[in-house]
Structures are given as C-alpha cells and as structure tokens.
C-alpha cells in the first residue's frame, strides 16, 4: 500500500516569514494529493490539493508543488501570519488517501 | 447544509462496554470514511464505504470493530468490548467525488477508562 512521509513533524517560523513542509510518497499510481490544515481540537480541513497532471497550483498565500519523476510534493505559506498556526497533514491517494504523520506549525508573533 | 455530524462528541465509557458512533454524511455524497486520529499515529483509515457497501476495512484493527451503512445517510461505528488502547480521536468524512475531498465531521473524543 501507499505509504506517506511528512517532515519536519515541528516547525517554528517568524510571522511574516516562509513555511515550507514536505512529504514524499511511495506509490507511483497515487494521482491526487491534498494539504489538510487541523486547528487544535478542530476537524482537518482541505487548504489545497493538486492532481498528477499538475505540477504546481496557487492559491493566494498557498502553494503547493508536486514532482512525480521524484514523488515528493510540498506545501508552500508565504507571508504567515499567526493563524496559520496549526498542524498540517499532507495525503497521498491512489485507490484511497493515506495521510502523512503531520507538521505541527507555529508562528511566533 | 450542516456537514458531516457525528455523535456524540465526547465518549467515556469503562472498559469492556461497547460503544457505538454515529455519523451522518453531507447530503447527496456517496462515500463515507472512518479515520482514527491519536498521537503516536496520526490519521489511520479505518474503513470506507461506496454507495452504502464497504469497499476497505483493511485498517479496522480487531474483531472488536465493527463498522455499518443502512442508508446514504447514516453510518455508525461500533467498538466491544472497549479498551483504554481505543481511546481516541474517531473522525468520520464524507465525499462526493469517489474519494476526492473529504469533508470530515467535528469527530468524537473517546475515552475508555
């Protein structure tokens, strides 16, 4: 089966500076992949995803990009601000999504 | 519409009770996941159904689970006996494209003492 690596698992960063979070995975069949963002005690929630046939889509502050030949994919905050606090799941899915371990973001004021 | 709703949204039971879960999908969606979310974990799918008919229950963990879909609008998720290694986060979603952009409930905070 799929199987999604996520790093860093914590990340502290400026407000107004770059977060960048990482994850690969090891199926060459998965065609989608989704950034979930889970506020503390919150449901995740779907930020961006991008399909196999795209290698990057934005969307105001976030963007995401994807390498197939080398199957990892990132997220990309540009400009953080203190909500963007949060832990961060990325997802990988061939017949069903599987879900990195998760980046837990902080932004320091 | 509402989103996906589960209850309840808090469970503490003693060991060896049963539990039961619900969840009630986005209207109109005809996928429907259990994920179990815990520290040492993350996001585990436990079982997902298509059109009512579970598709993958590869990742319920024991015999204990059990998990069922009468109708497109309701699922529950049962647990027995419960054990303290249960407690958990249980989190339910609904899709509508196959199994494209999960829209996942509020999920339940269980607590197997």
């Known amino acids: 089966g799929e199987n999604v690596e996520q790093h860093p698992s914590t990340l502290s960063v400026q407000e107004g500076d770059s977060a960048v979070i990482k994850c690969t995975y090891s199926d060459s069949a998965s065609n989608y992949f989704p950034w979930y963002k889970q506020e503390l005690g919150k449901r995740p929630q779907l930020i961006i995803d991008?399909?196999?046939?795209?290698g990057e889509k934005k969307d105001q502050r976030i963007a995401v990009t994807l390498n197939k030949t080398a199957k990892h994919f990132s997220l990309h905050i540009t400009e953080t601000q203190p909500e963007d606090s949060a832990v961060y799941f990325c997802?990988?899915?061939?017949?069903?999504?599987?879900f990195g371990t998760g980046t837990r973001l902080t932004i320091i004021p | 519409d509402a989103g996906v709703i589960q209850s309840p949204r808090h469970e503490v039971t003693e060991m060896g009770q049963e539990v039961t879960l619900r969840c009630k999908p986005i209207?109109?969606?005809?996928?429907l996941f259990w994920y179990r979310q815990t520290m040492m974990r993350g996001l585990e799918l436990l079982i997902y159904?298509?059109?009512?008919?579970?598709?993958?229950d590869s990742g319920m963990p024991e015999d204990r689970f059990s998990a069922k879909m009468p109708n497109a609008s309701f699922s529950t998720l049962k647990i027995q006996p419960s054990e303290p290694r249960d407690s958990a986060v249980y989190f339910c979603?609904?899709?509508?494209?196959?199994?494209?952009?999960?829209?996942f409930g509020s999920g339940t905070q269980l607590s197997v003492l």
């Open positions: 979603a609904s899709s509508d494209r196959g199994r494209e952009k999960l829209f």
């Open positions: 209207s109109g969606h005809n996928s």
């Open positions: 159904f298509n059109n009512n008919v579970p598709i993958d």
């Open positions: 991008i399909r196999s046939n795209v």
């Open positions: 997802a990988a899915r061939e017949e069903k999504l599987t």
